[in-house]
């Protein structure tokens, strides 16, 4: 893991705690913030080191595979099960389960985690013999579990189950001091691909990599600078080098976290806001103005109301922000 800002030390420190034990971890963060690696320090630092790690996808394979993945099953238990299979949680014994994705297991196949988790026994599919198995199970999640169970689309008691010892793992915008050092190691990573020196990226394209939102976290930066290493026709990492939307020239992508702040502003705003419609006719456009007002404000309030890096986080001109704002009166409400 490479970062040593507050909110990573945080983490490390959460890390180094809770592997000693055997008490089951739930990892939370958003996709590409480094659970897998977590995951196997906490492993690497626990008593069961010299064990198994064992990792599932559990959103890479349907209901049926993934019951057979995880438990096993015997010959003749379905077709094409033409010899007996021992599941990742017998693989796992005496070692560490990580069971990726962990919100894409389906209502049923739950009831059968929790009982691995209660009782540490399951049946492999198809038999009736019951398997006993000591292993440390981490789970990880890039989804609410809590507003799952709120829908009834994760069970409550699995839920607490897993929820032992949480750790969550911020995203990269939240920590923006980390990615020189981020930048360094992908660079050194891969200049030999290219037999040349690692990239140095110059006082501009850090500020583009720090004013940008990371969607995709710190495996979008890593894909980056493996492109800029390719693309580079000098040692010099410059902005030239980044994706038009980074450097602010093409409209800025959202990802499924700042997606679902928008989402979730419009349906409180459909639910609760149209009372305040003043003439018929003009719900929609009221709706989609305060939506826009108040994702302006956000970006706004996260450059300290620096209108010129707003508006190309954006990907806007700065005049057409500038008059937003005077249309929303906003200058009072940046802070």
Not at 243 to 254: D, N, Y
Not at 290 to 310: H, I
Request: net charge neutral; with cysteine.
């Amino acid at each position: 893991m490479i970062g040593h800002g507050p909110a990573m030390r945080e983490v490390y420190d959460m890390t180094r705690q809770v592997a000693p034990s055997s008490a089951t971890v739930l990892l939370l963060g958003e996709t590409g913030t480094g659970k897998e690696l977590i995951a196997k320090a906490i492993h690497q630092l626990s008593p069961r080191s010299t064990g198994p790690f064992i990792r599932v996808n559990c959103g890479a394979l349907s209901d049926s595979l993934l019951e057979s993945e995880l438990f096993g099953h015997v010959k003749g238990a379905f077709t094409n099960a033409y010899e007996n299979r021992t599941g990742r949680f017998e693989a796992a014994h005496g070692g560490t389960i990580f069971l990726d994705e962990i919100n894409s297991i389906s209502y049923t196949l739950q009831v059968k985690l929790l009982r691995v988790l209660q009782e540490h026994e399951f049946e492999r599919v198809g038999d009736t013999k019951t398997i006993s198995v000591d292993c440390r199970i981490v789970a990880a999640t890039n989804r609410d579990l809590n507003e799952m169970v709120e829908r009834n689309q994760f069970r409550e008691d699995l839920f607490y189950r897993l929820n032992v010892l949480p750790i969550y793992l911020p995203p990269l915008r939240d920590r923006a001091e980390d990615i020189p050092a981020l930048v360094e190691h992908f660079a050194k990573r891969y200049a030999p691909d290219m037999k040349r020196t690692p990239l140095e990226p110059t006082p501009e394209a850090i500020e583009c990599l720090q004013r940008y939102l990371w969607p995709g976290n710190v495996r979008e930066l890593e894909n980056y600078i493996e492109r800029a290493n390719v693309l580079a026709p000098t040692p010099q990492l410059t902005p030239e080098l980044l994706p038009a939307h980074l450097r602010g020239q093409a409209p800025v992508r959202l990802g499924r976290a700042q997606r679902s702040s928008i989402d979730a502003l419009c349906t409180e705003l459909v639910n609760l806001g149209l009372s305040t419609v003043q003439e018929e006719g003009q719900a929609y456009e009221q709706v989609i103005g305060r939506v826009e007002k108040e994702l302006l404000l956000q970006v706004l309030r996260s450059y300290q109301g620096t209108q010129t890096k707003a508006a190309s986080r954006l990907g806007i001109n700065r005049n057409t922000l500038h008059k937003k704002v005077e249309d929303y009166g906003l200058q009072g409400e940046v802070r």
